[in-house]
Structure formats: structure tokens, C-alpha cells
């Protein structure tokens, strides 16, 4: 079945930090996101025209997580990662005003935290801050474990709300000092008991470094993981995608 497109308008621009901004959108009909309550949910923006797709083309879309979906009120806001003018997604919601309009796909969603684990794991980059924010909001405030973020500098750090028992940790690739992503992860003190893990960013850290620690050095069931890139560095959206098509073919083999 065909997945739902939905008409959105910009109503507010929002400046979370130097590299990301939240845009407020209003749609005249948010049945779609009725019922998908994964703290991941994401839908595709449409770069071109919806019609495309009914006839078997693939506009240029870009995939974001969405926040705050309301069907109700008919609002939702999705986080941009900018740079400059870098990319097609990041320049156009840096400049969008209210009353611009941008078509969407989905939703769709596979991760939401599971409230019987012992402790959690969260960790990514800018691209997934959202939907590590989603998760914290959704656990209860018992929740132990670590969120693990890297950032550009100090001055890209946002408001980010976690239990009490949450560890949070930002790591900024521009200190030289400052362990990567995967290596701040492999230093986390390993805790006992079943872990939920959320790990999602640039493909090589998360693909290629993280991955691997967790599910043959840790032993952590596949089902216990959400892991995937979402981007990787040096290729567009549509390159990725082939690369990860590779990738699977390849660990098929």
C-alpha cells in the first residue's frame, strides 16, 4: 500500500543552535500519524513534485524525524542540521518562511524504548538528537543508563531533558582531546543486566565501529538494537542509500 503524503505549511522558525533549526509545521490533515507512537518516527520530505511518485519516479526526498506529532491540533516540527549551504534540506529550512509549503511522506517508525530493560543506551550525532530527545521524553523516570552525543563545539550543545539516572555526555569533534563517538561508547563502564540500545549517525562510527562492540564483543541480542546510519560523510542521501543496499547484500552473502 501506498504510503500517505501530506501537505505541510511553515508556521515558525526556530534557531535550536549554530547547526540546527526547527521548523513548526501545521497540516490540514495529521490522520497519518494516528497510532505511530515510535519516539523514532520519521517521514520523507518531497523536493519536487508528489505526483512523481504516482507515476513510478522518486522525486529528491530527504528523511527527518519528526517531533511532537498532534494530530488532533494538526501540528508537528521537524529539526534541520545546516550547513551553510550544504545539502538541499539544510538550506531550504534555514531560509523557510511561514506560510512555505513542502509535501511529506509516511509516517514511519521501528523504535521505541522498552520500559522492562535494565538500562539504556543512546548514541549519535547532530542527525539523531531528535530522536534521542523523543526517546528520553517517552522513558519513565526510573530510567538508567547513557546518552552519548557528538557534536561541532560546546557552542552546538542543546537543552536536552533525561532521567536523573540518565549519564548524559557530549563530546565536541573539534577537540582534538575529546574521544570519537565510538570510542567514548567503548568506555562507557559496561553495566549488568539486559541493555535497550539506540545508536544512530555517520555510518562509519555507527556501522563499522559501534556495531560490531556491541554485537559480537557484548553479546547484545540484534532484537535489544536499533542501529543504522543516517548519513555518511562525503555522499548525498541517494548515494547512502546505495551504499547501505551494499552493505546488506554484502553481510547476506
Same mark, same amino acid.
Given at each position: 500500500?501506498?504510503?500517505?503524503i501530506?501537505l505541510l505549511t511553515?508556521t515558525?522558525?526556530?534557531?535550536?543552535?549554530p547547526?540546527?533549526?526547527?521548523?513548526?509545521f501545521?497540516?490540514?490533515?495529521?490522520?497519518?500519524?494516528?497510532g505511530?507512537?515510535?519516539?523514532?518516527?520519521?517521514?520523507?520530505?518531497i523536493?519536487g513534485d508528489p505526483a512523481?511518485?504516482?507515476q513510478?519516479?522518486?522525486?529528491?526526498?530527504?528523511?527527518?524525524?519528526?517531533?511532537d506529532?498532534d494530530?488532533?491540533?494538526?501540528?508537528?516540527a521537524i529539526?534541520?542540521?545546516v550547513?551553510?549551504?550544504?545539502?538541499?534540506?539544510?538550506?531550504?529550512?534555514?531560509?523557510?518562511?511561514?506560510g512555505?509549503?513542502?509535501?511529506?511522506r509516511g509516517p514511519n517508525?521501528?523504535?521505541?524504548?522498552d520500559?522492562?530493560?535494565d538500562?539504556?543506551?543512546f548514541?549519535?550525532?547532530?542527525?539523531?538528537?531528535?530522536?534521542i530527545?523523543q526517546s528520553l521524553?517517552?522513558?519513565?523516570?526510573d530510567?538508567?543508563g547513557?546518552v552519548?552525543?557528538?557534536?561541532?563545539?560546546a557552542t552546538?550543545v542543546?537543552p536536552?531533558?533525561?532521567?536523573d539516572r540518565l549519564e548524559?555526555?557530549w563530546?565536541y569533534r573539534s577537540?582534538?582531546a575529546?574521544?570519537g563517538?565510538a570510542?567514548?561508547?567503548?568506555?562507557?563502564?559496561?553495566?549488568?543486566?539486559?541493555?535497550? %540500545? +539506540?545508536v544512530h549517525?555517520e !555510518? @562509519?562510527?555507527?556501522?563499522? &565501529?559501534i556495531r560490531p562492540?556491541?554485537f559480537?564483543e557484548r553479546?547484545v541480542?540484534?532484537?535489544?538494537v536499533s542501529?543504522?546510519?543516517y548519513?555518511?560523510?562525503?555522499r548525498?542521501?541517494? %548515494? +547512502?542509500?546505495?551504499w547501505? !543496499? @551494499?552493505?546488506?547484500?554484502a &553481510?547476506?552473502?
Amino acid at each position: 500500500m501506498a504510503q500517505p503524503i501530506t501537505l505541510l505549511t511553515v508556521t515558525a522558525s526556530q534557531q535550536l543552535s549554530p547547526g540546527m533549526v526547527r521548523l513548526h509545521f501545521r497540516g490540514d490533515d495529521l490522520s497519518a500519524f494516528v497510532g505511530v507512537d515510535h519516539t523514532d518516527r520519521y517521514v520523507k520530505l518531497i523536493f519536487g513534485d508528489p505526483a512523481l511518485l504516482e507515476q513510478g519516479q522518486r522525486p529528491t526526498m530527504r528523511t527527518y524525524t519528526v517531533i511532537d506529532p498532534d494530530p488532533v491540533e494538526g501540528t508537528l516540527a521537524i529539526d534541520f542540521v545546516v550547513h551553510g549551504t550544504e545539502g538541499i534540506a539544510g538550506p531550504w529550512a534555514s531560509t523557510a518562511l511561514p506560510g512555505d509549503t513542502i509535501s511529506v511522506r509516511g509516517p514511519n517508525g521501528a523504535y521505541s524504548p522498552d520500559p522492562t530493560v535494565d538500562w539504556h543506551l543512546f548514541a549519535g550525532d547532530e542527525a539523531a538528537i531528535p530522536a534521542i530527545r523523543q526517546s528520553l521524553a517517552a522513558l519513565p523516570d526510573d530510567a538508567e543508563g547513557y546518552v552519548v552525543i557528538e557534536v561541532d563545539a560546546a557552542t552546538h550543545v542543546q537543552p536536552l531533558a533525561a532521567p536523573d539516572r540518565l549519564e548524559v555526555t557530549w563530546l565536541y569533534r573539534s577537540d582534538p582531546a575529546q574521544p570519537g563517538l565510538a570510542e567514548a561508547v567503548r568506555a562507557l563502564p559496561w553495566r549488568s543486566g539486559r541493555v535497550h %540500545a +539506540f545508536v544512530h549517525g555517520e !555510518a @562509519q562510527a555507527v556501522m563499522h &565501529e559501534i556495531r560490531p562492540y556491541l554485537f559480537r564483543e557484548r553479546g547484545v541480542p540484534r532484537n535489544d538494537v536499533s542501529i543504522s546510519g543516517y548519513w555518511r560523510k562525503g555522499r548525498t542521501e541517494e %548515494a +547512502f542509500r546505495e551504499w547501505k !543496499a @551494499q552493505l546488506a547484500a554484502a &553481510e547476506s552473502d
